[in-house]
């Protein structure tokens, strides 16, 4: 149980276009899911949070025009990173949590390249 | 300010060899304690939450303990397919809107020599 997949696994971009990746929770219910990215031998750094039919809650520093977060349902969120540069490259991960536990479970990412 | 600190940041052992990995925290209020694993290039799985001190989970050759002050990893006679960064992450009680939220260590890069 608690399977949380993300697509697409990789992505290759031109600068100034959009991506949107997807992070699905398979077989639960997922009233909150977060955002994160990580740089090579870094740990996870927080983006944003978002709650089923709410906005998302952006960390300090995140644009939250750049990055939009978008949670239609209990089981679907997606970001979209608007006009891509080469300095948005990085890995992407989401996760899920439900309402009755605190533990998140995180999909398998998404590695983001801006070319 | 609540903060995660793991140690050491890279542990090399042998094949067998018995290690503990540790996770200092300093929060306002601990609703509880995780434990992930993450290998290169993937997101992180996860192995345990311990919510109060004196707790212990198992999961074949891992063991989590909790203090008020500290965690530990216990890896017994560990194998090569054990390699891998384990991340500790703490939820505090927070302010309503925010208690979501968790901090994450910086993490230990295990790697387990044949």
């Known amino acids: 149980g608690a399977v949380v997949s993300q697509h697409p696994s990789w992505v290759i971009c031109k600068s100034g276009t959009s991506v949107k990746i997807e992070c699905r929770s398979l077989d639960f219910q997922a009233t909150t899911m977060f955002w994160y990215r990580q740089f090579p031998k870094q740990s996870l750094m927080l983006m944003a949070t978002?709650?089923?039919?709410?906005?998302?809650?952006?960390e300090q520093g995140v644009e939250k025009d750049k990055f939009l977060i978008n949670h239609a349902s209990l089981t679907l969120s997606t970001l979209t990173v608007t006009s891509a540069h080469p300095e948005d490259s990085s890995f992407y991960i989401c996760s899920a949590r439900t309402l009755e536990a605190y533990e998140q479970y995180f999909g398998p990412g998404t590695r983001l390249t801006v070319t | 300010e609540d903060q995660v600190t793991q140690s050491p940041e890279a542990l090399r052992l042998q094949e067998g060899e018995s290690s503990s990995l540790n996770c200092s925290y300093t929060?306002?209020?601990?609703?509880?304690l995780f434990w992930y694993r993450q290998d290169p290039g993937k997101g992180p799985e996860f192995l345990f939450t311990l919510y109060s001190a004196g707790e212990e989970k198992e999961k074949e050759r891992l063991k989590a303990t909790l203090t008020k002050k500290e965690s530990f990893l216990h890896i017994t006679a560990p194998k090569p397919e054990d390699s891998a960064t384990y991340l500790c992450?703490?939820?505090?009680?927070?302010?309503?809107?925010?208690?979501?939220?968790?901090?994450f260590g910086k993490g230990t890069r295990l790697h387990i020599l044949p």
């Open positions: 992450a703490v939820q505090a009680t927070w302010i309503m809107n925010r208690d979501d939220k968790i901090i």
């Open positions: 929060v306002s209020g601990l609703r509880g």
């Open positions: 978002s709650n089923e039919g709410s906005k998302a809650t952006y």
